[in-house]
Each structure stands twice: as structure tokens, then as C-alpha cells.
């Protein structure tokens, strides 16, 4: 949790403290080469996205250039990979992930049209708030500051984002902790189940285990969570977890080696693991998978709402190009009318003759012997 408040304390101080002040205020801006750059390179971003969202199908040219990009991208990316491992280690994390882990009951099996009025007012409304402010800034105050003051807004989506992706890695975590130490048997409810169920419990251990009830933990957990009934469960230790808790000899003395004969204080201490962190799994699965199809159906189909016997739209996709669509706009509006500002100092100069001079080696020898008088 240091190492999260340390980050943003020192992303706070450096947008503050260096660069705010350095970023161009007055529209249109005084073009200099590397803020010519940093335009253009803005009004690429949002074309590329734009272009993702309306055909979503990789670029030959970014298939093309990653292999040059990934060290680049490895340098990058490398310490804020180290920053989300410390982050999801943290033992008070992990703690705000359990509790909410243990109330998603509550709130996985809103309605859709709850689910994405939540979605929107926690991931557009920020983006739109922030895009009004930027219009006022460029056609009205004719100066960014607005913007400037209110950025943080934009990060709350990526903070939604950011809190989802915990989720599902904390469910990763938890299948690939339990998957060697357990499998798992729903409890049969019907007749039918019942006698299946007595017949397999007379036969030996390893028939049993491999029967149609014992499900490995991921195949069980997806077995679980797409059935509607609250059927019970219980789970099948493997040695892995025996020989966690409880020595050979242990062992021995308890069950006499025998999986099937072990007592009840041993058999709890067995399976604390599994009654422990199969529920947080299986709200985690129920929630993600609900979550992730409302908003992939919410982007693109109409929905039909049988209470008020009417037809509804969630153009989600829509509204993501428009925002991207508006911000293009603005940015290609302040490049247009910037562009006479455009001047090249001394230094940006040399370095654009000495790029050139890369690209063409023998280019700038023969501009200089045809300007060399005779």
C-alpha cells in the first residue's frame, strides 16, 4: 500500500510541479518541433483508436513495426508490471478484494440495464465531463486550463478498468492455488443424482475421484457457476494438501495412509482451504462473466424489457465514437490553426539535419556542393 500511495504522490508532484507548467496554455500554441510532434503523434492516438473501435482487427503496419517497438515496450512496461504485483501482494489489497469478494452476491444479478447505468456513469461520465471542459477551453477561453485542472477525471475509468482487472486475476490466483490441491463434486438434489451418487460411494477412492462429479477446480468452478440451482458441493483432497498440513508419520497415525478414512478434525483442517476460497471464487466467476456479457451485449444489440413491454438500445460502442471522435476533432482544430506558428529554433534545426543526414547520408554533401559557388 506504500509503494501505491508513494507512486501517486510522485505522479502528483511531477504534474504539478514540472510539467503543467511547461505544457502550452494559449490557443493557438507556438509550435516548436517537438510540440508539432507530440500533436501530431495525439491526433495518430485517437485515429488508431478510432479505427479499432470501428474495424476491431489488428494493423499490418503495428504487426509490422512491434518487433522494433518491443524493447522499447518491455522498458516501459517492465516496472509497472513490478508496481501491479506489489499492488495485488499488498495484504490490505487482498483484503478489500476478499470483503468485496464475499458481497458480490448482492449486486451480480442486477438487472442489465443496472448494470450498464452503472457502467456508464462510472466510465462516460468522467470522459464526457472532461470533454465538455476541454470545448470551453478551446472555443470559448481560447487557453487550456480547464483541462489541466480537471485531468484526473479521465483516470477514473481507467481506474474501473484497472479495479477489474484485479478481479480477474485474483480469480486466476485463487484457481491455480486450488487446482493442485482439490477437486470438486457438486452434491446431487434429485432422486436420480442421489442413487448415481450412492453407488459411486461404495466403490474405492480412485473410482470415485475420477467420476463424473469430481471436476477438476476450473472446470468445476465453470461447472458451478453455469447452473442456476444452489446445489451443494464439496471437495476431494488431493496428497498435495494432506501433505501440506500433516507430516508422513502424521499421517499414518491418523488416517493409516488412507484418504477415505480420515477424521473429522483432520478432514476440516484438510479442506479449510477449499470451503475458504471456492465461494470468493465462484462470486468472482458469477460476477466477471455476467459483467463482461452485459457490457459486450450492451455495445451492440437491443435489448427488450418485458416490464414495460419495450424495446431498449445500449449503443455504448457509439458513445465511445463519439467522445474519441469530438476529442480528434479538437485536436486536429488546434494543429490546423497552430500550424502558421510553426518555427524551428537553432538547436531543432541541427537536429533535423543531423535526422535527415541518417536517413540520406549523401544528401546534405550534394545540397552543399550545389549551393558552393563556382
Same mark, same amino acid.
Given at each position: ?5 508513494g ?16 505544457l502550452?496554455?494559449?490557443?493557438? *500554441?507556438? /509550435? @516548436?518541433?517537438?510540440?508539432?510532434? &507530440? $500533436? #501530431? ?5 485517437? +485515429?488508431?483508436?478510432? =479505427? ?16 522494433y ?7 516501459i ?15 490490505f489489497?487482498?483484503?478489500i ?8 452476491s ?6 442489465s440495464?443496472q448494470?450498464?447505468l452503472?457502467? *456508464?456513469? /462510472? @466510465?462516460f461520465?468522467?470522459?464526457? &465531463? $472532461? #470533454? ?5 477551453? +478551446?472555443?470559448?477561453? =481560447? ?10 477525471l ?15 486475476q ?133 435489448d ?10 445500449y ?25 502558421s ?13 543531423n535526422?535527415?543526414?541518417n ?16
Amino acid at each position: 500500500m506504500l509503494t501505491l500511495l508513494g507512486f501517486i504522490m510522485m505522479l502528483i508532484l511531477f504534474w504539478g510541479q514540472y510539467l503543467r507548467p511547461r505544457l502550452p496554455r494559449d490557443i493557438p *500554441f507556438h /509550435l @516548436t518541433l517537438f510540440r508539432l510532434f &507530440l $500533436l #501530431l503523434f495525439t491526433c495518430l492516438v485517437f +485515429i488508431l483508436v478510432l =479505427k479499432q473501435l470501428i474495424r476491431p482487427k489488428p494493423s499490418k503496419v503495428f504487426i509490422y513495426i512491434y518487433p522494433y517497438l518491443y524493447p522499447y515496450h518491455q522498458i516501459i512496461f517492465q516496472p509497472l508490471a513490478a508496481l501491479d504485483l506489489a499492488i495485488r501482494d499488498s495484504l490490505f489489497i487482498k483484503s478489500i478484494i476478499k470483503w468485496f469478494a464475499q458481497h458480490l452476491s448482492y449486486i451480480t444479478f442486477m438487472y442489465s440495464y443496472q448494470t450498464l447505468l452503472l457502467h *456508464f456513469f /462510472l @466510465t462516460f461520465i468522467p470522459r464526457i &465531463l $472532461l #470533454l465538455i471542459l476541454f470545448i470551453l477551453d +478551446i472555443f470559448y477561453f =481560447k487557453k487550456l486550463e480547464l483541462m489541466y485542472i480537471y485531468i484526473w477525471l479521465g483516470f477514473i475509468p481507467l481506474f474501473i478498468r484497472y479495479v477489474k482487472y484485479i478481479l480477474e486475476q485474483t480469480l486466476e490466483d485463487y484457481i491455480l492455488y486450488l487446482d493442485p490441491l482439490y477437486e470438486g463434486y457438486v452434491i446431487p438434489q434429485n432422486k436420480e443424482q442421489q442413487e448415481e451418487w450412492n453407488d459411486l460411494h461404495q466403490c474405492d477412492w480412485e473410482e470415485r475421484k475420477y467420476s463424473y462429479y469430481a471436476k477438476p477446480i476450473r472446470e468445476f468452478i465453470f461447472y458451478k457457476t453455469t447452473t442456476y440451482e444452489e446445489y451443494k458441493y464439496a471437495p476431494v483432497p488431493t496428497w498435495a494438501v494432506i501433505q501440506k498440513y500433516y507430516t508422513s508419520n502424521e499421517i499414518h497415525e491418523k488416517c493409516l495412509g488412507d484418504r477415505n478414512q480420515m477424521p473429522k478434525d483432520m478432514k476440516e483442517v484438510v479442506e479449510r482451504d477449499f470451503y475458504a476460497l471456492i465461494p470468493l471464487a465462484l462470486n468472482l466467476e458469477i460476477f466477471m462473466t455476467r459483467y463482461n456479457y452485459i457490457i459486450k451485449e450492451g455495445n451492440s444489440v437491443t435489448d427488450y424489457d418485458i416490464t414495460f413491454n419495450i424495446k431498449r438500445r445500449y449503443p455504448l460502442k457509439d458513445w465511445n465514437i463519439g467522445i474519441y471522435s469530438i476529442y480528434l476533432s479538437c485536436w486536429i482544430y488546434i494543429l490546423v490553426i497552430s500550424i502558421s506558428t510553426f518555427t524551428l529554433s537553432g538547436n531543432e534545426l541541427i537536429i533535423l539535419t543531423n535526422f535527415l543526414d541518417n536517413l540520406e547520408p549523401f544528401t546534405n554533401v550534394m545540397l552543399d556542393h550545389e549551393n558552393k559557388p563556382n
